[in-house]
C-alpha cells in the first residue's frame, strides 16, 4: 500500500516537472530523499515519463500528424526540405536533434544509473542551470518563430536536451534556453521542446521498461500507477505552461531553481538527506 501512495505522489510529481524548467528526473530523486523513501530508480524514472509523453501526443495530436506526414512525403519528394512546408524540416530536425541524447544515454547508461543521481550533483545542476536559463531569458531577441527553424537549431537544442541526462539539468529547461539563445520567442521555444522530447523520452522509457523493479526499484504495479497519474497531471501542465509563457518570463522557474538546488545542497552536506 505503501508504494501505492509513493507511486500517486511521484506521478503527481512527474506530471507537474516534467515540461516545466526544474527538471523532472531531479524531483523523482528529491523528493523521496525528503520523504524518507527509498531512490524508486532510473528505470521507474524513465518509465514513467512515458505517461508525460502520451499527454504530449495528445496535446499536439494535429501538430504531430502533420509533421509525420509532411516527414514521410519529403522521403519521396526531397524538394519538400527546401520549401516552405515547416512540417517537413521539422520532423527531420527533430530526427537529427535526438541523436545526441540517444548516443549519450547509452554510452553514460552506467553513469546515469548511478553517479549522476548524486544529490550534490543534482543541486549543483539546478544552480547553474537556472543561471544559464536567467541569463538566456534576459538576452534573447526573441524575435524568430518556427518558420525561421534550421538545421543548426535542430543540432543546438538536441545538444542541449542530452546535457538533460544530469539529472537538475531539466530537458524543458535547456531546451527552451536554447531556443531563446537562438533567438526564438518563448512559445516557439517551448513548442519545440515539446515536440523533440517525443523521440527521446519514448526511446529511454522503452530502454528501460524491461528493468523496472529492478535492484530495488519500484514494480511494475507502482510503475503502472504513476504513468497513469502523470499523464492527467502532464497534460494540465502543458498547457499551463504555454499559457503562462504568452505574458511571463521564466523568472519565478528560475528563483524556485536556485532556491532548492541550494537547499538540496546544504542538506546533502550536513546528512540531512541522502
Not at 536567467?134 to 537549431?153: F, G, I, Q, V, Y
Request: hydrophobic share 55%.
Amino acid at each position: 500500500m505503501a508504494n501505492l501512495l509513493h507511486a500517486i505522489v511521484l506521478g503527481i510529481v512527474q506530471g507537474l516537472t516534467e515540461f516545466l524548467p526544474i527538471s523532472s528526473t531531479a524531483h523523482l530523486r528529491i523528493v523521496p530523499a525528503f520523504l524518507g523513501w527509498g531512490d524508486p530508480g532510473t528505470a521507474f524514472t524513465a518509465v514513467v515519463q512515458l505517461g508525460t509523453m502520451a499527454a504530449v501526443l495528445l496535446f499536439f495530436r494535429d501538430e504531430l500528424l502533420r509533421i509525420a506526414r509532411a516527414t514521410i512525403a519529403s522521403l519521396q519528394d526531397r524538394t519538400l526540405w527546401h520549401t516552405d512546408v515547416r512540417e517537413a524540416r521539422e520532423g527531420w530536425y527533430i530526427v537529427l536533434g535526438t541523436i545526441p541524447i540517444a548516443i549519450l544515454g547509452v554510452l553514460l547508461k552506467h553513469r546515469i544509473e548511478h553517479q549522476f543521481r548524486s544529490l550534490e550533483l543534482i543541486g549543483t545542476a539546478m544552480i547553474v542551470m537556472g543561471l544559464v536559463m536567467l541569463w538566456c531569458d534576459a538576452t534573447s531577441r526573441r524575435e524568430r518563430n518556427l518558420d525561421d527553424l534550421t538545421m543548426r537549431d535542430g543540432w543546438i537544442v538536441g545538444f542541449a536536451q542530452a546535457a538533460a541526462l544530469v539529472p537538475g539539468v531539466s530537458r524543458s529547461g535547456a531546451t527552451i534556453s536554447a531556443g531563446l539563445g537562438l533567438g526564438f520567442d518563448r512559445i516557439s521555444a517551448a513548442r519545440y521542446s515539446f515536440l523533440l522530447s517525443v523521440p527521446a523520452v519514448v526511446l529511454s522509457g522503452l530502454f528501460e521498461l524491461k528493468d523496472v523493479g529492478n535492484g530495488g526499484g519500484y514494480g511494475p504495479i507502482p510503475t503502472i500507477i504513476a504513468t497513469i497519474v502523470a499523464f492527467f497531471v502532464g497534460y494540465w501542465s502543458i498547457a499551463f505552461l504555454l499559457r503562462y509563457l504568452t505574458s511571463h518570463t521564466l523568472k519565478p522557474f528560475i528563483a524556485y531553481r536556485l532556491l532548492v538546488g541550494l537547499f538540496v545542497l546544504i542538506l546533502a552536506a550536513n546528512n540531512t538527506i541522502s
